[in-house]
């Protein structure tokens, strides 16, 4: 069981590193969309009870609120 925690930890810690170096040539509007649509869907998923649906609908709207956003932003 210890190699499989120890497997899992390495495979998010990977992923995770993947994710940020990703971000790095996006613009501040694509990031701003990127975050937003990463807070809606948390926020979808917490109101709707994790109901899929919630989640994305969530991530829909919070993607085009941080794109607004971002539009303002130099």
Known sequence: MKTLKKFALGVVSATLLLGLMAC????T???DTAIGAGVGAVTGSVLS???GVGTVGGAAVGGIIGSEVGKDKK
């Open 24 to 27: 790095s040539g996006m613009t």
């Open 49 to 51: 009870g994790g109901s």
């Open 29 to 31: 509007r694509q990031k």
